[in-house]
């Protein structure tokens, strides 16, 4: 008994502790996807969804629930958004070439017919897409890839 209550002091002092240290926040000041979202002609409608259901972690700018601030699970939604930011980020979009684009919008397609996005440690707490947003944006993301397929064939 003696034991577990030394335990579980030094765990609730590790807690108060690692408050005082944050991993750096996920925010920009400028425009995070205008380009992207001009580029690829994504209509109010589309970038309504992905704003609601990507951009949290594939865009320089995350919007945080108040648990963020709560280490550790500050550092594991961090962990998230930099994975995610480094297989897609819609914020780097200029900087890509036409054959990245395109793959990239390949693979944009496949995970969500897959399922596979948003991850479901995010759809718990905010949903996932419906039927309907989940076909608008495979539709779009589809047409999008075609058209730099045809770009990159110079068609
Ligand atoms: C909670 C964070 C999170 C959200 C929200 C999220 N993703 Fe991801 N995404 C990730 C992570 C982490 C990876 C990299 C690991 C993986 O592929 O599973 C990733 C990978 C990807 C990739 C690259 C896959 C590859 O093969 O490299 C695409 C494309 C993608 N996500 C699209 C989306 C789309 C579209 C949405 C919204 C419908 C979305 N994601 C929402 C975290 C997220």
Redesign the pocket.
């Known amino acids: 008994m003696k034991v577990i209550k030394k335990v579980l002091i030094v765990l609730l002092i590790v807690l108060v502790i690692i408050q005082f240290f944050r991993p750096e926040k996920n925010i920009a000041d400028q425009p995070i996807a205008a380009f992207f979202e001009s580029e690829t002609q994504a209509s109010a409608e589309i970038v309504t969804?992905?704003e609601s259901?990507?951009y949290?972690?594939?865009s320089n700018n995350t919007k945080y629930p108040w648990y963020a601030e709560v280490a550790p699970i500050s550092y594991w939604i961090d962990g998230?958004?930099e994975?995610?930011k480094?297989?897609?980020n819609v914020s780097d979009w200029a900087s890509f070439d036409i054959e990245k684009k395109e793959h990239?919008m390949e693979?944009?397609v496949?995970?969500?017919e897959e399922g596979?996005?948003?991850?479901d440690?995010?759809t718990w707490i905010?949903g996932n897409?419906s039927d309907g947003e989940k076909e608008k944006?495979i539709e779009w993301g589809k047409k999008v890839r075609l058209s730099y397929k045809r770009e990159m064939e110079g068609k």
């Open positions: 969804i992905l259901k990507c949290d972690c594939h998230h958004i994975e995610g480094e297989h897609f990239k693979e944009f496949e995970e969500v596979k996005m948003p991850e440690s995010y905010h897409l944006i």
